[in-house]
T-cell receptor, first 111, second 115 residues
Framework: SQQGEEDPQALSIQEGENATMNCSYK?????LQWYRQNSGRGLVHLIL?????REKHSGRLRVTLDTSKKSSSLLITASRAADTASYFC???????????FGTGTSLTVIP | ETGVTQSPTHLIKTRGQQVTLRCSSQ?????VSWYQQALGQGPQFIFQ???????GRGNFPPRFSGLQFPNYSSELNVNALELDDSALYLC??????????????FGPGTRLLVL
């Protein structure tokens, strides 16, 4: 079963706009990670935020984490057509080695 | 490119058959995890191997089994294939057995179709 859920399930925006996707999870975590997947291929790690961090930036990516609400958001600024992909949040739990992925947000950036 | 390779890229089997999928980890990585990703879903954790020992398992039946070799390459074996086993199978390697702080490097996946 999935540990987390992304919201929205699908998002379509114009090139240059910002894209925001959200992730909710269920158990206590040490960190939360965001991955990107192009068209049924392997996943690529984007960014990791630790449980004691509230916000993190990497290039055009901004991630926030609210452990009290068990939620995270990923903001992609100034989107490009090449950002079209599915985005997943992932949470390794505090105990055990099972690594949970959410259900994903499918982002389409229209040129 | 992550340096993680998987073979084959695509595979078609019939129900009841057995299948072996292979993964070659990124150099310097001694942990490999396998995931099943059904169409439109997120990856689901099957199991993890660390230094040739199973180091965690998800909610998959025993007909899903694995091996890790001394060179840290890995196999996923699935016996008695069922239609619902049709999915993209992903392997991911990471430098240690502790997933708490590490990122994982994914291969391109093997797409399995069971007819």
């Amino acid at each position: 079963s999935q540990q987390g859920e992304e919201d929205p399930q699908a998002l379509s925006i114009q090139e240059g706009e910002n894209a925001t996707m959200n992730c909710s999870y269920k158990t206590s975590i040490n960190n939360l990670q965001w991955y990107r997947q192009n068209s049924g291929r392997g996943l690529v790690h984007l960014i990791l935020i630790r449980s004691n961090e509230r916000e993190k930036h990497s290039g055009r990516l901004r991630v926030t984490l609210d452990t009290s609400k068990k939620s995270s958001s990923l903001l992609i600024t100034a989107s490009r057509a090449a950002d079209t992909a599915s985005y997943f949040c992932a949470t390794p739990p505090k105990s055990g080695n099972q690594f949970y992925f959410g259900t994903g947000t499918s982002l389409t950036v229209i040129p | 490119e992550t340096g993680v390779t998987q073979s084959p890229t695509h595979l078609i089997k019939t129900r009841g058959q057995q299948v072996t999928l292979r993964c070659s980890s990124q150099s310097g990585h001694n942990t490999v995890s396998w995931y099943q990703q059904a169409l439109g879903q997120g990856p689901q954790f099957i199991f993890q191997y660390y230094r040739e020992e199973e180091n965690g398992r998800g909610n998959f039946p025993p007909r899903f089994s694995g091996l890790q070799f001394p060179n840290y390459s890995s196999e996923l074996n699935v016996n008695a294939l069922e239609l619902d086993d049709s999915a993209l199978y992903l392997c991911a390697s990471s430098p240690t057995g502790d997933l708490y702080q590490e990122t994982q490097y994914f291969g391109p996946g093997t797409r399995l179709l069971v007819l």
